[in-house]
């Protein structure tokens, strides 16, 4: 009889702080500790001093059952930081959950961007994912995610498993936005147009401010294969989107990332090069 695979395969728990603060005219990393399989690259300067560019890597290459990722980041007053990933982060099936914890704190003045490549869940993962940020006074941020149920390509289905998120964002302890989901294998949900509508992607963007009707209305007429929208909220706009493939879903967030921070955030935006490796 086989034996069960955690007995072979040790979980990894692994922890990343980091902290970014202003310097003159610069950001400068102040905190880097990790312990366990998680790392960020020497930090990078595309734009100039201004923006820190950090890339967060998870050695292992996939999360199983049984891990723990831990990741935290403050962005001190009027710093910018921006986090990035190589490529996909894939949670494997396993026979228990695994678990991701993200924490970010953005002060007065600074700015983070949050800008990982997709989450691909494999069939028969359990994957539990929880992300709280913290924005103080004025501070601006940028977040996304795109989740990938299953391998289409490899004509896998996400038939069995489940996906769960939570997302908070709170501007000086107020709650700003609440988001719950839970994604059960083969549910019903996958394929009814109430639900993802046959699409096994989805992604969401959300920036801090508001925009006027005439760039929310180039935001929506983009050219894309996905089927998406955007609604402005009091200081929060969010774009959500389905779509048949991780590439089209991010290809359309970066289109919405072109137009979108140069109006909020003040600066061009500046693809980096690790999403063209």
């Known amino acids: ?3 069960p695979a955690s007995i072979f ?3 990894w728990l692994a922890e990343l702080e980091l902290a970014y603060g202003r310097d003159g005219d610069a950001t400068r990393p102040t905190l880097r500790r990790h312990k366990g399989p998680l ?6 300067y595309a734009e100039g001093p201004e923006v820190c560019q950090h890339i967060i890597v998870h ?24 986090l990035t990933s190589p490529g996909a982060a894939k949670w494997y099936r396993a026979a228990g959950p695994a678990y991701q ?4 704190r953005v002060e007065a003045g600074a700015t983070l961007e949050w800008l990982p490549q997709e989450t691909i869940v494999y069939a028969a993962a359990q994957a539990e994912l929880t992300t709280d940020i913290d924005l103080l006074g004025d501070a601006k941020l940028l977040y996304w995610d795109i989740v990938a149920l299953g391998r289409p390509a490899s004509g896998e289905r996400f038939d069995a498993g489940h996906f769960q998120a939570q997302l908070n964002i709170r501007r000086d302890g107020q709650l700003l936005w609440h988001e719950r989901q839970r994604v059960v294998g083969d549910d019903g949900l996958l394929a009814s147009p109430i639900g993802l509508d046959g699409k096994p992607v989805f992604a969401t963007l959300l ?27 009091p200081g929060l706009l969010v774009a959500r989107c389905l779509a048949s ?4 879903a991010r290809a359309w967030l970066i289109e919405l990332w072109r137009l979108l921070r140069p109006e909020l955030l003040g600066r061009a935006a500046v693809p980096p090069r ?4």
């Open 9 to 11: 395969t040790p979980s």
């Open 1 to 3: 009889m086989n034996a």
């Open 101 to 104: 914890h993200l924490r970010l």
């Open 207 to 233: 920036i801090s401010g508001e925009i006027d009707n005439d760039l929310l209305e180039r935001c929506r007429n983009l050219v894309t294969p996905v089927r998406g929208d955007l609604t402005q909220l």
């Open 245 to 248: 493939e991780a590439l089209h």
């Open 274 to 277: 690790i999403w063209s490796t």
């Open 39 to 44: 790392r960020v690259q020497k930090h990078l």
């Open 59 to 82: 050695p292992p290459g996939g999360i199983a059952g049984g891990d723990r990722l831990d990741i935290s980041a403050t962005v001190g007053a009027n710093a910018w930081a921006q």
